[in-house]
């Protein structure tokens, strides 16, 4: 049975081979629509994404498989295509970044947090005898207040 859902997909589209549906509905769920960009074709009306649709319904009905039908995508459309890209050289960053951001400011918080622990405050200074003459000055005349 087809998952029930938000889905653009008009009926006309569907394929009368249950199990071809299904794949395509999966595959299609994988696929970022190029015009609405954080959505699935299968949940996007745009046109493109509706053509795109209809493409993976074709190549799934000449016989190829779920990978062959990724693969022909990301040749005409690139990885950008995947809503979930493959982790390779170009996309490294983008799945590890978070995680290493994270672990930075974790780093420098436990780093400034070790910093703070233990370590006693700087002792003033001691006044030099002028200060001192001028402190008691201010405190016998209250302050120097006008």
Known sequence: MLAAGASALDPSEMLADRALEARARAI???????????QSIDDSSAEIARDMRQAIRER??????????????????????????????????????????????GGLLWHRGRRGVGATPAAPAALSAEERQRVEALLKDGGGAP
């Open 60 to 105: 799934l009905t000449k016989g190829d498989a779920d990978d062959q039908v990724l693969t022909y995508l990301r040749s005409r459309y690139g990885d950008y295509v995947l809503l979930k890209p493959p982790f390779d050289g170009r996309t490294w960053l983008m799945w590890l970044g978070g995680p290493l951001a994270l672990a930075l400011a």
């Open 28 to 38: 299609s769920a994988q696929v970022r629509c190029l015009v609405c960009q954080n």
